[in-house]
């Protein structure tokens, strides 16, 4: 299984990003799947998730300016992300749980993001 997030990128303050995970190799796909960020010396957290229905989880206040859609046939989770702020400065990572087995539990490579003032 391989997660491959793409989209990151250097924007100013009140910018929009758009943030793409192409997630292969299960030949039945995945359930949960969700974007955490992490900055220099934090721990990853949690912006968003959405199950394989398209129920969405948002961490406090993310959902006023992101959000997270995914389409299932082409193994993609995408973040939108609007009105961006110095503090959205991170690097993203994409997370998938197998579908068949929920411990199985998989992250891409990060992306960076960088707002700048």
């Known amino acids: 299984v391989q997660l491959q997030a793409s989209g990151g990128g250097l924007v100013q303050v009140g910018g929009s990003l758009r943030l793409s995970c192409l997630a292969s190799?299960?030949?039945?796909?995945?359930?949960?799947m969700a974007w955490y960020r992490q900055t220099p010396g934090n721990q990853r957290e949690l912006v968003a998730s959405?199950?394989?229905?398209?129920?969405?989880n948002y961490a406090d206040n993310m959902d006023e300016r992101f959000f997270i859609s995914r389409e299932n046939a082409k193994g993609t989770v995408n973040l939108e992300m609007n009105n961006l702020k110095p503090e959205d400065t991170a690097v993203y990572y994409c997370?998938?749980?197998?579908?068949?087995?929920?411990?199985?539990?998989?992250w891409g490579q990060g992306t960076q993001v960088t707002v700048s003032s």
């Open positions: 959405i199950s394989r229905g398209g129920s969405t």
């Open positions: 997370y998938a749980v197998s579908v068949l087995n929920d411990r199985h539990k998989y």
């Open positions: 190799g299960s030949v039945y796909g995945f359930g949960t």
